[in-house]
């Protein structure tokens, strides 16, 4: 129901963009976040978007780097990653669910996609 797409292996300063298709249950969500988990730590909000307006956040560490959009008419959310780090890489999740920064707000996880960033 929520499939993420768009990783890869790329190098430090490149950029990617991840999408992520929502379908049946999830269309009774209020928005959509992103998460990671980097190897050896927790998982952590990288960003969400509402779907109804233009509400969105974005965790201080992508803020200027990363960017968070949608189309409504195809039930996709997207986060565009720019001037990519080795600290970014990690297995990157999106949610549905209630808009917020806690994974409990999220009811439906997709399977992530991994994201590796060389030196």
């Known amino acids: 129901q929520l499939q993420a797409s768009g990783g890869g292996l790329v190098q430090a300063g490149d950029s990617l963009r991840l999408s992520c298709a929502a379908s049946g249950r999830t269309f009774s969500t209020s928005a959509v976040g992103w998460f990671r988990r980097a190897p050896g730590k927790e998982r952590e909000f990288v960003a969400a978007?509402?779907?109804?307006?233009?509400?969105?956040t974005l965790t201080d560490s992508v803020k200027g780097r990363f960017a968070i959009s949608k189309d409504n008419a195809k039930n996709t959310v997207f986060l565009q990653m720019n001037s990519l780090k080795p600290e970014d890489t990690a297995v990157y999740y999106c949610?549905?669910?209630?808009?917020?920064?806690?994974?409990?707000?999220?009811?439906?996880w997709g399977p992530g996609t991994l994201v590796t960033v060389s030196s």
């Open positions: 978007i509402k779907w109804s307006g233009a509400t969105y």
């Open positions: 949610a549905a669910g209630v808009y917020g920064v806690r994974p409990a707000e999220y009811q439906y």
